[in-house]
C-alpha cells in the first residue's frame, strides 16, 4: 500500500518545484499535468498535484534526466493557494 506524505494511503499531495532557469511553455506537457511558470528571478516553478510516491520521483527523475538543476521541492498545504509559498525558517533564528 503506498502512502501519500500526508500519511494517508492514496491521497494526492500538492507540490511546488522550482527549477534553475526558465523552460518554454512547450514542457509542460512533459510533466503530466503540473502547472509551469516562468518566475522573473530566472527560476521555473513546476506546481500541482502528484498522485502519490512513484509519481513524485517520477517527476524528479525527469528533472535528473533532463539535466535540469533542481532548487527546491515543497509539499504544500491543500489551502495554499499558487505563489503563496513561505520563507523555510532558519534553525535558531527568531522571525520578527
Do not use: C, K, N
Not at 5 to 22: F, M, N, W
Not at 57 to 65: M, P, T
Request: net charge negative.
Amino acid at each position: 500500500m503506498s502512502r501519500s506524505a500526508t500519511g494517508r494511503p492514496d491521497v494526492p499531495s500538492r507540490y511546488e518545484i522550482r527549477l534553475e532557469g526558465h523552460l518554454d511553455a512547450r514542457w509542460a506537457a512533459t510533466f503530466d499535468g503540473l502547472s509551469l511558470r516562468a518566475e522573473p528571478d530566472g527560476t521555473t516553478v513546476l506546481r500541482g498535484t502528484v498522485l502519490d510516491q512513484a509519481a513524485l520521483h517520477g517527476v524528479l527523475q525527469l528533472v535528473r534526466d533532463l539535466g535540469l538543476p533542481l532548487l527546491s521541492l515543497i509539499r504544500l498545504d491543500a489551502d495554499q493557494t499558487y505563489g503563496s509559498t513561505t520563507t523555510p525558517r532558519q534553525p535558531g533564528r527568531e522571525t520578527p
